[in-house]
């Protein structure tokens, strides 16, 4: 967060470390470059489950690209957000990084979300993984739903309904219940 405070527009961020970082709003267009790969998300995994790993809130216009990423939410936690989720930028660029959503139902509360969901007008993925969350819930007993009980819902990997979106070499998965 204080590089990109302190970054001009159009850096390129180097992350050198492998200590997780704590979510980061990018607010101006840059690039996030691992340097081998750079870890994003709360350091704790379960009890602040709100936060959003990673916010856009662009100026409106440019690119950010982020390079050899791994982001990470909480595993459980009730009404989750996107992974990353805003807008404000002309593109968002993806590669060679892995960006997954909570896998919910671990306590019996979890909802989950889309990985990404943005409003930006052009998305590239390119040898990435991206898998969206899926709500787990108690009251629905394991052979099934009965009479008035609402199923699980599952969410897409990425949900950018006014964009083009561009996957190349990558896997993107919606939620799951198989956990």
Known sequence: ????????????????????????VIDRPLTILGDPI???????????PLLLPIELAGPGFGKVA?????????????EMPPVMAGGGFDELHVYDSTIRSSRT????????NAAISVTVPYVLISR??????A?????CPWLGFGPGMTPFLAYPAVEAPESVVTVLD????????NF
């Open 135 to 139: 709500d787990g819930i108690d009251s």
């Open 128 to 133: 990435s993984t991206v898998e969206g969350g």
């Open 170 to 177: 990558s896997t993107l998965r919606g939620g799951s219940h």
């Open 105 to 112: 139902g671990n306590t019996g509360h979890g909802t989950g």
């Open 1 to 24: 967060a204080q590089a990109i405070s302190a970054a001009p527009p159009g850096a390129t961020i180097v992350v050198s470390t492998p200590v997780a970082q704590e979510g980061i």
């Open 38 to 48: 750079v870890n994003i998300g709360t350091k704790d995994p379960c009890f602040h």
């Open 66 to 78: 982020l390079v050899r990423v791994n982001v990470r939410q909480c595993v459980d936690g009730y």
